[in-house]
Every structure is written in structure tokens, then in C-alpha cells.
């Protein structure tokens, strides 16, 4: 040992190292024990063993539990005739209505408010459309709630059973075969005479006269949509005082007012006057394009120059 400190001083030092590295390793051996195995951990109380036995079952039992309430479900609704005037909470939660919505009902109907109709209730606040289509076919509103008005409205508008009488008297006898009206001279109340023809096509007839300037062939009846065709042979014209038009002197805007002149043929007209000057002939609007040979015969009683 005393020959170490005739060493060099770097040698010392690697000497020292050695030692110090010798020492821990001899340290870390007797630590681990003598067989040089880590030790053993020491065994379980059987104390603890029984109380984590338990903490486990109980963990498990819960769990079980708990996939138990998971498993229940949402609420089952149901479908039941229902007035949503009188229909109480417990009824309308069973509709599958939120508890907020229910609370809505009762404040409107604490309100005075009154379901007169099931659409009403689609007002609703909150009400989907899915809902709303669902519940509908349920919905049975009590007349309790109709306006009192309504029944002395009823009352005063039923007729007696004299004015019932005198009513079923009142409709034109219709015309027999053979028998035929007049378009020049005939009114509504004639042309409901005629099978086939009510109010509706009564004033169709005179509206559509009118637009035309008269009737000149009983067939431009068929012009109106949806005319019975059999009911034509029991019209005729009569005597025709058509309403002409005056092609050289109306406007574009008063003449597109007839139904058989369109927007771009009383355009073509009044560029041709403008180019050509005075029109003394339908003949002449075989010349533009607008007009087809069917317009032109269909126009020509309505014209003058």
C-alpha cells in the first residue's frame, strides 16, 4: 500500500476509481442477499385477501346493477284519443309530450285559450311536424268548446221546412232535346237551363263572350277549359253583333287584350304599320311570321281596318 503513493498521481487516481467500484460492487451484492436473488416479496395476509375478495364482489355487483337500469329503456308511449282542452298532465306525458309542453298547455289554457280545431294544437310550442302528424288522427276537440255564435248562426241559417220547399222549386227546369239558347241574347240564368251547365260555366260563358267581343261559332265554347262537349247542341248564336277591333288605330297593349292576339303578334302588327303604313286587309298578316294560317281565320271576324 505504502508503494501507491510512489505512484504517479494519474495512476492513483485510476487505482481509487477501481477501489471505489470494487467497494459498491460488494455493497450491491450483500444487498440483494447471499444467493444474489432480489428478495422475495412477503406473502399476502389472508385479511387482506377476504377484504379485496369483497371489494371485487361488491365492484361486480354493481356493475350488474347498473347494466341492469341501462337496460330498462325509454319510457313507452302511447297513442289515445284525446281533447287537448280537457286532457290532464298524466295524459298528455302518456302522448309522449315533454314535461315543459304540458306546463305550456296548462298556462294557455289558464289563459282562456281554446282548442277550436286540431290545428290548433299544432301551434304548440316546441311540437315537431313528426309529432304533430302522429298525434292528429288522436285529436278530438268537444263541441262544449265551439263558439256559442256558431249555434245561432246555425239556427238562423236552417232553412224552414216552407223555404226548403220553395227552394227545391227554385232550379231552372233544364232544356229538352231540341231545345236551344241563344249566345248573343241569353243570360247566367238561361245558360243554367242547358244539362250539364251550372253557375260556374254560366259565368264562364258571359266572361269569355265578353273577352271576345261576342260569340261568332257556337264550338269557341270549347275554348273554355273543361266544357262539356255534349251540351253544345243545345246552344246556337243568334243574331251576332261582334265587337271588332281596329288594327290600325289600337295600341299593342289593347291589342294583346284579345285572347286570340298574343304579345309578339300585336308587336309584329304594330312594326308592320310602322313600315308598311295602313293595313287594309287581314290577308296582309299571312306576310309575317307570327301568324299562322289558323289565327288569321280564327281572327278574321274580330277585325276591321
Partial sequence: MKEIFYFPKSDRKVIFALLCIAAAAMLLIYGLGENGHSPQPPAPDSSAIA?????????????????????EGLPQYELFYFDPNTADSTALLRLGLNPW????????????????KPSDFARLYGLTAKQYRKLEPYIQISDDYRPASELVENAMS?????????????????????????????DTSAFKRVP??????????????????????????????????????????????????????????AMRRHPYITFFQARAIADYRRL???????????????????????LRPYLEY
Fill in 51 to 71: 377484504g379485496s375478495s369483497v371489494h371485487n364482489n361488491t365492484y361486480t355487483r354493481k356493475r350488474q346493477t347498473q347494466n341492469i337500469v341501462y337496460n
Fill in 101 to 116: 309542453q304540458v306546463k305550456n298547455i296548462y298556462r294557455y289554457r289558464a289563459r282562456g285559450g281554446v282548442y277550436r
Fill in 158 to 186: 236552417r232553412p224552414s221546412d216552407q223555404e226548403r220547399h220553395n227552394h227545391k222549386t227554385d232550379y231552372p227546369k233544364k232544356l229538352k232535346p231540341g231545345e236551344r239558347v241563344q249566345l248573343s241574347i241569353a
Fill in 196 to 253: 250539364g251547365i251550372g253557375s260556374y260555366f254560366a259565368r264562364r260563358i258571359v266572361e269569355y263572350g265578353q273577352w271576345l267581343g261576342g260569340y261568332h261559332d257556337v264550338a269557341q265554347l270549347m275554348e273554355i277549359e273543361d266544357f262539356p262537349e255534349e251540351a253544345l247542341d243545345y246552344f246556337e248564336t243568334g243574331t251576332t253583333n261582334l265587337r271588332r277591333l281596329n288594327i290600325n288605330r289600337l295600341s299593342i297593349t
Fill in 276 to 298: 308598311k303604313g295602313r293595313i287594309s286587309s287581314i290577308d296582309e298578316l299571312k306576310l309575317l311570321k307570327e301568324f299562322k294560317p289558323s289565327d288569321i281565320e280564327r
